[in-house]
């Protein structure tokens, strides 16, 4: 029980609150009655709370200032009634080439950042140009006489993409690739910092800035201008050994080039944030950290705190992003359809999803953890998918066998089928199917075709592939697992669909040489990825429909995956679907993704604006 001073005080502000409830807890009748005293782990949380909120309020003071200064410079009319502040585009940038309404928006706003020395993140939609008016920006600078150098980090994936649109956008600029072997990087390393070579830019990965303790140098020894890091939220975590590398690159200016600023909460937010601008945040991040760390509410009525929260973020991020939404920028561009599908799961597919229910369940609640089974949510995601993602037609009995058969192939002769047995032991049926088709010895443990077809959503894939086919449209098919990518090629096959295939294992060379291949001949009906490899610097227009065969834990992945078609230079409507197993967790992991989706709609709201350019 709260003392009488304490209990009607709710209408004070915070701090006086506190200080109310602090005079009764130590008032002399509480001194007699110890059980009606505040407890001291109460009084220091409250201590504690009060300090967060100063310090974020401080915060969010400071960027209100810079904010009024950026609108002024916006806003400010010269004596010949032009606006006090047009960044034309660059002329070095090709002639043949030009910049949209929206892009040069972007350049004047990152020149105008600059200009008052400040960092940001240009955070527009995915399929927005970030490449082209981040290039543009460095062309601005080369021509206001910094030459550099700068760095732009990049996911592997990229790369090419990277290298391409320089070379395509502002040949003028000298481009280092720092990309390849150990070896290679050293030799680099030493041409680099004896000025054997000359560049303005050095192009390089995520991977290759902090792999080593060289790599890690050289970055610290060079004196960089600006660092650009591409598809930025990779740096949402402030605690990931990989943030903190990258934070001691030796770089004057950085810029954060990301589609999906608004992750999983706030915190990642304001992680971003402090990276882009760390000498204004970096010495409250534990105050940042407790303040917005927790997530957001999973129930659609937010509390006045989470409501409270999210407008400080606005106010604190509102001068230092950029977000425009292609809806709104590119009025030319052909809208985009989302449809949910849900697939109900085969007789047998259903039958075996809940009895790994029923196995999981035991193996949660039984006192010996069964270790197999710790990834409840992969396991159950799998069966939604496709049976054979797991093993279940292969018994211990037939593995024995084929595990004996094998002795008769020339290449394990000498093998111990006790070995062989164990490594097919953690294999799943579809593995073990290849197996046996690829040893004439285990033919005869073959699936039969109807099992390699026996899913749900296959059963709604045969039909929505034959309609789109007939109405001449192409397709980006989508799935999570390479492996149901391997299993899809079979159902393609089946049904005469001509496809080409990009994941992970493509090498980044190969990569441009199959987006190029599908562009161009437009008798490909289909191009198969892994929503993580493909879901990034790929530019498929020539298709207009998307299919996520299995959507992603993080619906931002999603979003980049569709947007390879929904994007400048798309000519046709988009037709999104995702295929959604009825009845399985795959409904609740789309639950939870729209509501991290409304997260971002709150950031975004257009109540406070994010920046003088915001859209």
Same mark, same amino acid.
């Given at each position: 029980?709260?003392? &009488? %001073? #304490?209990?009607?005080? #709710?209408?004070?502000?915070? /701090?006086?609150?506190?200080?109310?409830?602090?005079?009764?807890?130590?008032?002399?009748?509480?001194?007699?009655?110890?059980?009606?005293?505040?407890?001291?782990?109460?009084?220091?949380?409250?201590?504690?709370?009060? !300090?967060?909120?100063?310090?974020?309020?401080?915060?969010?003071?400071?960027? *209100?200032?810079? #904010?009024?200064?950026?609108?002024?410079?916006?806003?400010?009319?010269?004596?010949?009634? *032009?606006?006090?502040?047009?960044?034309?585009?660059?002329?070095?940038?090709?002639?043949?080439?030009?910049?949209?309404?929206?892009?040069?928006?972007?350049?004047?706003?990152? =020149?105008?950042?600059?200009?008052?020395?400040?960092? +940001?993140?240009?955070?527009?939609?995915? +399929?927005?140009?970030?490449?082209? /008016?981040?290039?543009?920006?460095? =062309?601005?600078?080369?021509?206001?006489? &910094?030459? +550099?150098?700068?760095?732009?980090?990049?996911?592997?994936?990229?790369?090419?993409?990277?290298?391409?649109?320089?070379?395509?956008?502002?040949? $003028?600029?000298?481009?280092?690739?720092?990309?390849?072997?150990?070896? *290679?990087?050293?030799?680099?390393?030493?041409?680099?910092?004896?000025?054997?070579? *000359?560049? @303005?830019?050095?192009?390089?990965?995520?991977?290759?800035?902090?792999?080593? =303790?060289?790599?890690?140098?050289?970055?610290?020894?060079?004196?960089?201008?600006? =660092?650009?890091?591409?598809?930025?939220?990779?740096?949402?975590?402030?605690?990931?050994?990989?943030y903190q590398h990258l934070m001691t690159l030796n770089a004057k200016n950085r810029l954060l080039l990301t589609g999906t600023p608004v992750q999983n909460n706030l915190l990642e937010l304001m992680s971003l944030l402090n990276f882009v601008m760390p000498h204004m945040f970096s010495s409250s991040t534990s105050e940042i950290k407790r303040m917005f760390s927790s997530k957001a509410k999973s129930t659609d009525e937010q509390s006045t705190f989470e409501k409270e929260r999210i407008a400080h %973020?606005?106010?604190?991020? !509102?001068?230092?992003?950029?977000?425009?939404?292609?809806?709104?920028?590119? !009025?030319?561009?052909?809208?985009?359809?989302?449809?949910?599908?849900?697939?109900?799961?085969?007789?047998? /597919?259903?039958?075996?999803?809940?009895?790994?229910?029923?196995?999981?369940?035991?193996?949660?609640? +039984?006192?010996? !953890?069964?270790?197999?089974?710790?990834?409840?949510?992969?396991?159950?995601?799998?069966?939604? @998918?496709?049976?054979?993602?797991?093993?279940?037609?292969?018994?211990?009995?037939?593995?024995?066998?084929?595990?004996?058969?094998?002795?008769?192939?020339?290449?394990?002769? $000498?093998?111990?089928?006790d070995l062989i047995f164990e490594d097919m032991e953690v294999m799943t049926d579809f593995e073990l199917h290849r197996l046996c088709s690829e040893f004439s010895s285990l033919s005869k443990y073959r699936l039969e075709k109807a099992l390699l077809l026996d899913s749900g959503k296959f059963e709604v894939l045969d039909q929505l592939l034959s309609d789109i086919k007939n109405k001449g449209s192409r397709v980006v098919l989508f799935s999570q697992f390479t492996m149901m990518l391997d299993i899809l090629e079979v159902f393609l096959k089946h049904n005469q669909h001509r496809y080409i295939r990009l994941d992970g294992k493509t090498q980044i060379s190969e990569r441009i040489h199959l987006i190029d291949q599908f562009n161009n001949d437009m008798d490909i009906f289909i191009f198969l990825l892994s929503t993580k490899a493909g879901g990034l610097g790929i530019n498929l227009t020539s298709a207009n429909v998307v299919i996520l065969h299995d959507i992603d834990c993080n619906p931002y992945n999603d979003k980049q995956a569709e947007d390879r078609c929904h994007r400048v230079g798309q000519t046709k409507e988009v037709t999104v679907y995702r295929l959604i197993g009825k009845g399985t967790i795959e409904e609740s992991m789309l639950k939870i993704s729209q509501q991290k989706l409304r997260l971002e709609q709150d950031m975004t709201t257009s109540d406070t604006g994010m920046s003088p350019y915001s859209v």
């Open positions: 029980m709260l003392p &009488d %001073a #304490s209990r009607n005080c #709710s209408h004070f502000p915070l /701090q006086q609150r506190f200080l109310l409830i602090l005079t009764a807890s130590f008032s002399p009748v509480n001194k007699v009655n110890k059980v009606n005293t505040l407890s001291i782990d109460l009084i220091w949380d409250c201590k504690i709370l009060i !300090k967060e909120r100063e310090v974020v309020l401080r915060l969010m003071n400071k960027c *209100e200032d810079i #904010s009024r200064k950026l609108m002024k410079q916006v806003t400010q009319i010269t004596e010949d009634g *032009e606006s006090g502040w047009n960044v034309e585009q660059p002329s070095i940038l090709s002639e043949s080439l030009v910049l949209k309404p929206y892009q040069k928006i972007g350049l004047n706003w990152l =020149a105008l950042l600059h200009k008052h020395k400040v960092n +940001g993140i240009l955070a527009d939609e995915m +399929g927005l140009g970030k490449t082209v /008016q981040a290039i543009a920006f460095l =062309a601005h600078l080369y021509m206001n006489g &910094d030459s +550099g150098p700068h760095v732009v980090v990049v996911p592997a994936s990229t790369l090419d993409n990277w290298v391409r649109e320089f070379n395509h956008w502002c040949p $003028d600029l000298n481009i280092l690739l720092y990309y390849g072997s150990q070896e *290679e990087r050293k030799h680099l390393r030493y041409d680099i910092l004896n000025n054997v070579i *000359e560049f @303005n830019v050095i192009v390089t990965t995520y991977n290759c800035a902090i792999s080593s =303790a060289e790599d890690r140098g050289l970055f610290r020894r060079i004196k960089l201008n600006y =660092a650009v890091f591409d598809e930025g939220h990779m740096l949402k975590n402030m605690s990931s050994i990989r %973020a606005k106010l604190i991020m !509102k001068p230092f992003i950029l977000k425009r939404v292609k809806s709104e920028v590119l !009025k030319q561009l052909p809208p985009k359809q989302d449809h949910i599908t849900f697939c109900q799961m085969s007789k047998k /597919q259903q039958q075996l999803y809940d009895d790994l229910m029923v196995k999981l369940k035991r193996s949660i609640e +039984g006192p010996e !953890k069964n270790s197999e089974l710790c990834n409840v949510m992969m396991h159950l995601r799998k069966m939604a @998918n496709h049976p054979l993602l797991h093993r279940q037609y292969y018994t211990a009995e037939k593995l024995r066998s084929m595990s004996k058969l094998m002795l008769k192939e020339p290449t394990h002769r $000498d093998a111990n089928p």
